[in-house]
T-cell receptor, first 117, second 114 residues
């Protein structure tokens, strides 16, 4: 089966611009997660979707970040307006739905490297 | 609160040496899951293993082995007879309670020299 894919792989934008990151989870995976790693820091959780619903968005840094998962398939993460401190690598992960024994195993995409100048 | 500590920032070994990557975790939950991920130079995070808190049995998969000890809150990862292709950043992670989110350690950069 195809893995988690993310687009674009790299994005360079100026401060104040808007960027939209896309994640396509593994087919059939109900759970979708966004994480990010800013320079020199740990990988941090942003939010968790179960199908199209936001299950946990406690990690979203502020209201400049908006995540959607229309139809419970792919997800987008929009940053508007982007700030310098938003630079980093944004990872998406997916896992099977609850009830599966492996529902805790998250499979990650290659990440999107965002550079805000 | 959850926390994962990987005290080793960088490790360098010569090919065929054994190497152990340390991971210490903190959680107040009695049910939790521990993970190891590998991040090769290409950037993606590759799932290696998941361990449940109620299963302390150690696991071996080829050259990889994992030692889970609840008494010391550790989940160490050993690579036997290391190879150059093992060079990567390795992350230990924790998921506990009802939350599904992963708490990551800061990662250990492993370099295997030929």
């Amino acid at each position: 089966e195809a893995g988690v894919t993310q687009f674009p792989s790299h994005s360079v934008i100026e401060k104040g611009q808007t960027v939209t990151l896309r994640c396509d989870p593994i087919s059939g995976h109900d759970n979708l997660y966004w994480y990010r790693r800013v320079m020199g820091k740990e990988i941090k959780f942003l939010l968790h979707f179960v199908k199209e619903s936001k299950q946990d968005e406690s990690g979203m840094p502020n209201n400049r970040f908006l995540a959607e998962r229309t139809g419970g398939t792919y997800s987008t993460l929009k940053v508007q307006p982007a700030e310098l401190e938003d630079s980093g690598v944004y990872f998406c992960a997916s896992s099977r739905g609850q009830g599966w024994t492996k529902s805790y195993e998250q499979y990650f995409g290659p990440g999107t490297r965002l550079t805000v100048t | 609160a959850q926390k994962v500590t990987q005290a080793q920032t960088e490790i360098s070994v010569v090919e065929k040496e054994d190497v152990t990557l340390d991971c210490v975790y903190e959680t107040r939950d009695t049910t939790y899951y521990l993970f190891w991920y590998k991040q090769p130079p290409s950037g993606e995070l590759v799932f290696l293993i998941r361990r449940n808190s109620f299963d302390e049995q150690n696991e071996i998969s080829g050259r990889y082995s994992w030692n889970f000890q609840k008494s010391t809150s550790s989940f160490n990862f050993t690579i036997t007879a290391s190879q150059v292709v093992d060079s990567a950043v390795y992350f230990c992670a924790l998921s506990s309670g009802s939350a599904r989110q992963l708490t990551f350690g800061s990662g250990t950069q492993l370099t295997v020299l030929p």
